[in-house]
């Protein structure tokens, strides 16, 4: 099985699989995230719960983290592998006729993610881990009060006009990597009549997704 | 009509080519375009120039050789055809044409527009075939039931004729539709199961070994394949690879 995962389609594969577990991810965090919208409180203690739970902390981030980069990383070298294997481009190119600008430009769309995704850690997860895991506060609350921190943290950051654009545009981006990567997927493991059959519901996944995302920040934008 | 045509010139495979700027006339809107690459090349040879070297055999679509990259296209503009079958009816009088040879590490230019497809062929001995005992007691192939829908889509797989489209086509210059084209013909077929495990690991250890890229699933080549090889065969040579290794 080893030598299955160095062949070129041993890789598409592992993106494959990657991405099936980080469009799982997206969902679960959109879910979460909608919450922040309807409901303050629950959004509070569920996120409480993400952030606390040994489980989740301890078990599943480490799966999710070891997924983000492995997808990027492994990306980056199929990449490279595909530029040295085209024979150096040709003068008149018309990539517009058989197939679409998204598809062929994945690479574009997950630097833009990827930056996005190094914007989010500052903002969001690299002072999660400094007030957990080096002040040591667990309680999850606001410094010398009773209430959570988390709802408050997410309208704070949405204040900012220019944090909301760079995540309205890494959402169109997404959007656009997920319009070619959710059937892609499908069609790298084999599955090629699901494919087809789940067009829709990629196309859907694709649109909904990052828009729920976009009305996520616009509305924290205009309710701070 | 009249044409400029913009054309990969290139001496031999060590030199490096330049495109080169050729006027046709008088051409007939039902000429193929092989037909009208015949009127310039003797236009070059009475006026004493080299004339462009240039893929061609069978002229009716089914040998694969004529391998142009036609307006940002492999083989053209027009779908379902080789550069044979294109007709120049498919341009306007006064259009410029770009025409340049297949692009990919795994073909190499060997002069002009004739490139070295080798690497299918190698590809093909590493497993694109069946073992059959032709001692002279070969059973009928008819005698063997195989269902009218296996049939039909070996038979689609099957007329893949090696053109190297979709590696010309794809910006990875992937094999992917070439390798699952001549994997499925056989995967589908009783005859073929023998031998299925070997066949995919050698054929896909052979595509690595060439310098093919991975297929990022663009489609583009299912649309430019003269012969309409469906990307269905990519993902059954993705299973049947899955299988092998389990």
């Known amino acids: 099985m080893g030598g299955f995962f160095k062949s070129s389609i041993g890789r598409k594969v592992a993106m494959a699989l990657s991405a099936f577990f980080l469009m799982f991810f997206l969902l679960q ?22 952030g606390t739970n040994p489980v989740v902390q301890f078990a599943l981030q480490p799966v ?24 150096g481009g040709y003068v008149k190119n018309n990539g517009a006729a058989n197939s679409t600008w998204f598809s062929r430009n994945m690479i574009i769309s997950g630097i833009t993610i990827l930056a996005f995704i190094v914007l989010h850690f500052i903002d969001f997860w690299f002072p999660e881990l400094n007030v957990k895991y080096i002040q040591g506060d667990m ?28 995540y309205v545009v890494a959402f169109v981006f997404l959007g656009l990597h997920l319009a070619h990567g959710f059937t892609s997927a499908f069609q790298s493991v084999g599955a090629a009549a699901l494919r087809k059959k789940l ?3 990629g196309n859907a996944y694709a649109i909904l997704v990052p828009l729920g995302f976009i009305v996520i920040a616009i509305y924290h934008y205009f309710n701070h | 009509m009249n044409l400029t045509l913009k054309i990969w010139r290139q001496k031999d495979s060590s030199s490096k080519g330049q495109m080169v700027d050729y ?24 006026s ?33 055809v080789t550069t044979c079958q ?29 490139v070295d497809r080798m690497a299918f062929e190698r590809i093909q001995q590493a497993g694109g075939y069946i073992s059959v005992n032709t001692s002279g007691n070969t059973q009928d192939a008819n005698s063997i039931p195989i269902s009218k829908h296996a049939a039909d889509e070996a038979m689609d797989a099957a007329t893949c004729i090696g053109c190297g489209a979709c590696v010309a086509t794809c910006k990875n210059s992937s094999a992917m539709l070439f390798v699952g084209a001549k994997v499925s013909q056989y995967a589908l077929l009783p005859q073929g199961q023998v031998e299925a495990a070997d066949r995919v690991k050698n054929m896909v250890a052979q595509m690595d070994l060439e310098g093919f890229g991975n297929c990022t699933n663009t489609g583009a080549c299912e649309v430019e394949c003269p012969k309409g090889i469906s990307l269905d065969n990519i993902a059954r040579m993705n299973r049947e690879l899955m299988k092998a290794n389990i």
């Open chain 1, 29 to 50: 965090h959109l879910a979460i995230n909608l919450l922040s919208v309807f409901n303050p409180d629950t959004f509070n203690e569920v996120s409480h719960f993400m």
């Open chain 1, 64 to 87: 999710l983290i070891f997924a983000v980069v492995f997808h990027f990383v492994m990306g980056f070298i199929l990449d490279i592998k595909n530029r040295k294997a085209n024979g």
């Open chain 1, 139 to 166: 309680s999850g609350m606001l410094p010398g009060e009773t209430e959570f921190r988390y709802h408050e943290e997410l309208v704070h950051k949405f204040a900012h006009p220019a944090r909301v654009v760079a």
């Open chain 1, 199 to 201: 067009n829709t519901v």
């Open chain 2, 23 to 46: 006027k046709v006339t008088e051409i007939s809107e039902h000429m193929s375009f092989l037909e009208m690459m015949d009127v310039l090349n003797e236009q070059l040879v009475n």
């Open chain 2, 48 to 80: 004493g120039e080299e004339p462009v070297a240039f893929d061609h055999d069978c002229r009716e679509g089914i040998c694969g050789m004529c391998s142009m990259y036609i307006n940002g296209e492999a083989h053209g503009p027009d779908r379902g």
């Open chain 2, 86 to 114: 294109l007709h120049m009816r498919m341009f306007k009088d006064g259009d410029t044409i770009t025409i340049e040879p297949f692009r990919a590490a795994a073909f190499p230019v060997i002069k002009d527009l004739v």
